[in-house]
Nanobody, 115 residues
């Protein structure tokens, strides 16, 4: 099982930016990405990225968030711009050590956006 360590969450005001980082304990050949869970809501996909760097965004993230990864560092990042109160959630990093295998999850990092 791969260990994932997230960082970069925090409290910001509407319109601000944050950059989340996640570093894996081993090389990741499969998809990496970010999910989030707001209070009382189901966990939802925010963005994912393949080993070759092909991104996929949720509708709410598209145009505001940018996902990237550094395979040499076993890391994935989420640049979040123009944050809104509805972005408030715990953000979880996910990674598939090998393609088409079960994903490992990080512990989560809290993002709070105040109006």
């Amino acid at each position: 099982q791969v260990q994932l360590v997230e960082s970069g969450g925090g409290w910001v005001q509407t319109g601000a930016s944050l950059r989340l980082s996640c570093v894996a304990s081993a090389p990741i050949l499969g998809t990496m990405g970010w999910f989030r869970q707001a209070p009382g809501e189901e966990r939802e996909m925010v963005a994912t990225i393949t080993f070759d760097g092909i991104p996929l965004y949720s509708f709410s993230a598209s145009g505001r968030f940018t996902i990237s990864r550094d395979n040499a560092q076993n890391a994935v990042y989420l640049q979040m711009n123009n944050l809104k109160p509805e972005d408030t959630a715990v953000y979880y990093c996910i990674a598939r050590e090998l393609p088409h295998t079960a994903a490992d999850w990080g512990q989560g990092t809290q993002v709070t956006v105040s109006s």
